[in-house]
C-alpha cells in the first residue's frame, strides 16, 4: 500500500520533489526504491535507500540531480529531482523490499526483487 505523489510539468532545469507514503506498514525494516518508465521503454531503476541505515543508491543517470530522503514522522520517502532534463520524462514509481542485513550484489537496483509497488505519477520534463 505505496502511495506516489508529486508529479507534474516542470520546464528543464527545473525541480520536483516525488513523495511516497505508505498505509498500514512502516519502513523501518524496509528498503525503499525509486524506478521510472518512459513510454516504449523498460522499467528503469533511479535510486534506492536502505531505510534504517540511510545508505543511498543512484543511477548514472540522476546521480547528483537527484536526492533520495526518508522522513520518520509521516513515514514517507522523498524524490527530490533537480535540474531535470527531457529525458527524466516518465511515470516514476516508488517501490519497497524488506531489508535483511546486507546490500545484494545489484545493490537493489533490480526492481524485480520489490515487493510493493505504488501506482506510479507522471513527470513530464518540456524542453
Known amino acids: 500500500q505505496l502511495q506516489a505523489f508529486g508529479g507534474g510539468l516542470v520546464q528543464a532545469g527545473g525541480s520536483l520533489r516525488l513523495s511516497c507514503a505508505a498505509s498500514r506498514r512502516t519502513f523501518s525494516m524496509y528498503v525503499m526504491g525509486w524506478f521510472r518508465q518512459a513510454p516504449g521503454k523498460e522499467r528503469e531503476f533511479v535510486a534506492r535507500?536502505?531505510?534504517?541505515?540511510?545508505?543511498?543508491y543512484y543511477s548514472d543517470s540522476v546521480k547528483g540531480r537527484f536526492t533520495i530522503s526518508r522522513d520518520n514522522a509521516k513515514n514517507t520517502v522523498h524524490l527530490q529531482m533537480n535540474s531535470l532534463k527531457p529525458e527524466d520524462t516518465a511515470v516514476y514509481y516508488c517501490?519497497?523490499?524488506?531489508?535483511?542485513?546486507?546490500?545484494?550484489?545489484?545493490?537493489?537496483?533490480?526492481?524485480?526483487?520489490?515487493?510493493?509497488w505504488g501506482q506510479g505519477t507522471q513527470v513530464t520534463v518540456s524542453s
Open positions: 535507500m536502505v531505510w534504517s541505515r540511510s545508505n543511498t
Open positions: 517501490a519497497a523490499t524488506q531489508w535483511y542485513g546486507q546490500i545484494p550484489s545489484d545493490n537493489y537496483t533490480d526492481g524485480g526483487n520489490y515487493i510493493y
